[in-house]
């Protein structure tokens, strides 16, 4: 069992940046691959980044590649997203998520909800135009 907590979140201008941590408990992060996810009012929650147990390993949603940055800490049990040329479309609910199968990195896996078994409650982030 892992406990996921977001945090960072905010309201920021277009074109600001922000970086949100999710800091895990436990003494087995360094074996889960981790992903953000975001959910706009209205919407289905959707897939930004996700990162290999090592962080040798990257893969990007389309509509944040470029501006996103994901990375970890396996020593401080954390997953940040850099967050920079922040859009108005870019607000939602930031959601962190672990997942402990230990398995070949694919990028394709890691897009999907059902890939992840734990969650963390989500920071909020605003981005006014």
């Known amino acids: 069992q892992v406990q996921l907590v977001e945090s960072g979140g905010g309201l920021v201008q277009a074109g600001g940046s922000l970086r949100l941590p999710c800091a895990a408990s436990?003494?087995?992060?360094?074996?889960?691959?981790m992903g953000w996810f975001r959910q706009a009012p209205g919407k289905e929650r959707e897939f930004a980044a996700a990162?290999?147990?090592?962080?040798?390993?990257?893969y990007y949603a389309d509509s944040v590649k470029g501006r996103f940055t994901i990375s970890r800490d396996n020593a401080k049990n954390t997953v940040y997203l850099q967050m920079n040329s922040l859009k108005p479309e870019d607000t939602a609910v930031y959601y962190c998520?672990?997942?402990?199968?230990?398995?070949?990195?694919?990028?394709?896996?890691?897009?999907?909800?059902?890939?992840?078994?734990?969650w963390g409650q989500g920071t909020q982030v605003t981005v006014s135009s």
């Open positions: 436990g003494r087995t992060f360094s074996s889960y691959t």
């Open positions: 990162i290999s147990r090592s962080g040798g390993s990257t």
């Open positions: 998520a672990a997942d402990p199968k230990l398995i070949a990195w694919n990028s394709a896996y890691y897009t999907r909800t059902s890939q992840y078994d734990y």
